[in-house]
T-cell receptor
Framework: DAGVTQSPTHLIKTRGQQVTLRCSPK?????VSWYQQALGQGPQFIFQ???????QRGNFPDRFSGHQFPNYSSELNVNALLLGDSALYLC??????????????FGEGSRLTVL | EDQVTQSPEALRLQEGESSSLNCSYT??????LFWYRQDPGKGPEFLFT???AGEEKEKERLKATLTKKESFLHITAPKPEDSATYLC????????????FGAGTRLAVHP
């Protein structure tokens, strides 16, 4: 059983560019959350998607947007990249019950470097 | 504002040397405190959920406890494979769907 898969694993962009990160949730999971983890810090909540809608959002600017598809996979888009956007972007999936218990299944992340 | 502080930032232990990691939190209406383990280059892996003061959970050499202001992750007779970053997170009533993480404790267990 494949767990949460994310792509790409590493990417390098320059300031002002746009990036799209992709996530396929664990089989049977319908909820996808995105987190940003800067070096040496804990993950920070960006937003969560359920039934193709953004259910909750953290303190991130509108440059960060997302989408969930009917097969529950998700994308994270970041526009007008800043140096400070360099981080590990983590996708986490869960079921409705898992969301309530806090048991999230994380992918290995996409490492974004902005030059 | 909901906040999580973990200490120490880093901890070095000899194999078999028991210790505890601390997680202090401030949250409006705790809806769960969570422990995750993160290995280098990997995403966090779920360990425990605690909901109320006095609750305890155990898994192999790990035991998590909860009070009204903090949680402890006790590691008994650790082995080198326990080396990882341990993350604590809380969920409050204001943001039911998001977890607020601390910066983690980097644990190194040497043979």
């Amino acid at each position: 059983d494949a767990g949460v898969t994310q792509s790409p694993t590493h990417l390098i962009k320059t300031r002002g560019q746009q990036v799209t990160l992709r996530c396929s949730p664990k089989s049977g999971h319908d909820t996808v959350s995105w987190y940003q983890q800067a070096l040496g810090q804990g993950p920070q909540f960006i937003f969560q998607y359920y039934e193709e809608e953004e259910r909750q959002r953290g303190n991130f600017p509108d440059r960060f947007s997302g989408h969930q598809f009917p097969n529950y996979s998700s994308e994270l888009n970041v526009n007008a990249l800043l140096l400070g956007d360099s981080a590990l972007y983590l996708c986490a999936s869960s079921t409705g019950t898992g969301t309530n218990t806090g048991e999230l299944f994380f992918g290995e992340g996409s490492r974004l470097t902005v030059l | 504002e909901d906040q999580v502080t973990q200490s120490p930032e880093a901890l070095r232990l000899q194999e078999g040397e028991s210790s505890s990691l601390n997680c202090s939190y401030t949250v409006s209406g705790l809806r769960g405190l969570f422990w995750y383990r993160q290995d280098p280059g990997k995403g966090p892996e779920f360990l425990f959920t605690l909901y109320s003061a006095g609750e305890e959970k155990e898994k192999e050499r790990l035991k998590a406890t909860l009070t009204k202001k903090e949680s402890f992750l006790h590691i008994t007779a650790p082995k080198p494979e326990d080396s990882a970053t341990y993350l604590c997170a809380v969920r409050g009533s204001g943001g039911y769907n998001k977890l607020i993480f601390g910066a983690g404790t980097r644990l190194a267990v040497h043979p």
